[in-house]
């Protein structure tokens, strides 16, 4: 890329839309103000495989109260001990008071006034307010599936904000080791990561901080606030999207770990599964029950999908060799690959073989098991909400109302984004219009909003047939699981 410090129409069009969707969902941003291309363009090498192409220059105009990082005070580091690198604004201790002064007495005015008269308790009141703040935020990132892609300390807000928009993804089918970033290769950025890489993050931010902040302060505040914060703002998020609104019980952890055992073992669409189960009844009959068990198991992964998503990603003659030189030469195995990479094949290899004899009505008696075993827990729970309370009804309409605003209907999934992509850079921007506007009511159904694909006949009857297959993959309403050609798609 050369460091022309260009960006792209893709890539603007995905953050314009992300940002603006996590602030319709109630989580921490920047915004987006504006998306502006051009006729200029720059050569990129999309997924960095040899085949460049020219794209259309674009600026996204974001908006946020500062755009300061943890990394904004890594310029102070010291050379480090094996490369001997160091920040460009090293022993400059003057800049780093006026920077941290400015931060606290700008975006955290409540300490500065508290702790006026001792510096080192303000700054440490200032370390443990951002601590929670990264913790919450995390937390509310995992309750809708949403991954960052790059989480280094340049990438994290000194207030608490979701802030860069690159190779982020919101999950489809729950995977705790879900990667959205296709050059991610060792995980480090996975789902189920990002509270630890967070938490990694803040300590970062910690050393940058001394000596205005001592470690020993700092990281003891980091161990007492960063994972119960953590905890506790995701379990009471996770018990509003299960309705579970009277009582606070120690079983719920237990509850929303075997829920998301459940979807992990059925291949479950994390955002349609939790919109679904608001219509689940405590009282249902066997046969109401049993469409309810259908219904939930549309949103499970077919036979087809995990096929596609066990699909052996190494040649075998290529794992054979590492194989045999991770036996041989560890060392030099330790250098070219990683063991957990290695384990990951395997277990692929063994699933996609698995699923060879697997028939789509085995599959589907198994995830039904899975699900009538979860609801039945689930249901015991309802029931002991229903029981602490005097008016049941009220209970049920609070209960849903609760679910059905802590539940998304439509997420910024990744061909959702690619649809507005690809018409914009032929030049149709209604499309990401189109999507916007249902990002900006994500709990509610979209009446009115027409949705890629609807109009094809319409428009398409002098269509090639090229074009023609484009509207025809498109056509899945945007709050559906997700058609088989998405789990192509691939961003980097």
Known sequence: RQ????????????????????????????????????????????????????????????IA???IRFGSFEIFKPPDEYTGRKGPSVNRNDIRIQMLDYVIGTFYPEIQEAYSDNSIQRN???????????????????????????????????????????????????????????????????????????KWNLGKLAEALVPELPLEISELILEEEYDAEFEKHYLQKMRKKL?????????????????????????????????????????????????????????????????????????????????????????????????????????????????????????????????????????VRLQKEIESVSDADAWNTDHVKVMNSNNPKYILRNYIAQNAIEAAENGDFSEVRNVLKLLENPFEDAEGVREVGEDAEEEGATATAAACAQETRSRLPYCSKPPLWASELCVT
Not at 319 to 347: D, R, V, W
């Open 3 to 62: 460091a022309d410090g260009r960006k792209v129409l893709r890539s603007s069009i995905r953050e314009f839309l992300c940002s603006e969707a996590m602030f319709h969902l109630g989580i921490p941003t920047t915004r987006a103000g504006t998306c502006v291309t051009s006729d200029s363009k720059v050569i990129r090498d999309v997924f960095y495989d040899g085949n460049p192409k020219n794209e259309r220059c674009t600026v996204v105009l974001r």
């Open 124 to 198: 440490a009141a200032f370390f443990k307010e951002i601590t929670r703040r990264t913790a919450r935020l995390v937390a509310e990132w995992q309750c809708v599936g949403f991954c960052h892609g790059v989480l280094n300390t340049d990438n994290m807000s000194i207030v608490g904000l979701t802030i860069d928009y690159g190779p982020f993804g919101f999950m489809d089918r729950y995977d705790p080791e879900h990667i959205c970033n296709g050059s991610d290769n060792t995980g480090r950025y996975a789902y189920n990561k990002q509270p630890e890489i967070c």
């Open 65 to 67: 109260s500062t755009f």
């Open 243 to 379: 309705g579970l609104i009277q009582l606070e019980l120690e079983e719920d952890s237990k509850l929303v770990s075997e829920l998301l055992e459940t979807m992990h073992l059925t291949g479950g669409d994390f955002t349609n599964i939790f919109y679904l189960l608001s219509s689940f009844s405590v009282n249902s009959d066997p046969a109401k029950l049993e469409d309810f068990l259908e219904e939930l198991t549309s949103q499970c992964a077919s036979v087809e999908e995990l096929k596609v998503a066990f699909k052996p990603q190494m040649d075998p003659r290529q794992l054979s060799m590492m194989l045999m030189l991770a036996q041989s030469n560890p060392q030099l195995f330790a250098l070219i690959g990683t063991k957990a990479n290695i384990n990951k094949e395997l277990e692929r290899i063994e699933q996609f073989s698995k699923l060879q004899q697997l028939t789509a009505a085995d599959l589907l008696s198994r995830n039904k098991r899975h699900w009538k075993e979860w609801l039945e827990k689930y249901r």
